[in-house]
T-cell receptor
């Protein structure tokens, strides 16, 4: 069955430390891949996306993500976390070639310690 | 550019009552989505519109949920009668039609509490 998995429910990091949030997908063909961020009480905002080409994509707010076909993964990274990065992060996939309906993972809650 | 507008932001009702949520997408966006986000879970698609036509409503509980987008602009999502398990944030999102742009623009959501 097609699915998108975020294995970590919560991640805690210290301010200034590096961050990696995991996302794995299970689809027949490589889907389109996205990361969204949701701050408390807010809607979701797109951080970055991957359609094809360079497997390392840059996004807003200093985030980047790397697509690894062999691992069916699209992990989100940031070299130095700021306290304002505390939020919920969602990985989303859209099957390529089908109707454009994004499916979201369960989310990872990022906690930043001072 | 104005974003996606949703109202009300918060609603508390008792089970078996009805409730309606309104969404006004970004001007010119032909595609409109309603998602349900239960606490601790990712958003789950309820219905997708392309202009005023339904693209996908396979996960909409049609015995109690209904949605319309009569003029292809704003949309209303209704729940009647509500159940306890309908407590969630209802997110509206929009995107331009045509090529896959990759980005959905979300409103701030309408938080429903069913007592």
């Amino acid at each position: 069955a097609q699915s998108v998995t975020q294995p970590d429910i919560h991640i805690t990091v210290s301010e200034g430390a590096s961050l990696e949030l995991r996302c794995n997908y299970s689809y027949g063909a490589t889907p389109y891949l996205f990361w969204y961020v949701q701050s408390p009480g807010q809607g979701l905002q797109l951080l970055l996306k991957y359609f094809s080409g360079d497997t390392l994509v840059q996004g807003i707010k200093g985030f980047e993500a790397e697509f690894k076909r062999s691992q069916s993964s699209f992990n989100l990274r940031k070299p130095s976390v700021h306290w304002s990065d505390a939020a919920e992060y969602f990985c989303a996939v859209v099957p390529s070639g089908g109707s454009y309906i994004p499916t979201f993972g369960r989310g990872t809650s990022l906690i930043v310690h001072p | 550019e104005a974003g996606v507008a949703q109202s009300p932001r918060y609603k508390i009702i008792e089970k078996r009552q009805s409730v309606a949520f309104w969404c006004n997408p970004i001007s010119g966006h032909a595609t409109l989505y309603w998602y349900q986000q239960i606490l601790g879970q990712g958003p789950k698609l309820l219905i997708q519109f392309q202009n005023n036509g339904v693209v996908d409503d396979s996960q909409l509980p049609k015995d109690r949920f209904s949605a319309e987008r009569l003029k292809g602009v704003d949309s209303t999502l209704k729940i009647q009668p509500a159940k306890l398990e309908d407590s969630a944030v209802y997110l509206c999102a929009s995107s331009p039609a045509g090529t896959v742009t990759g980005e959905l623009f979300f409103g701030e959501g309408s938080r429903l509490t069913v007592l």
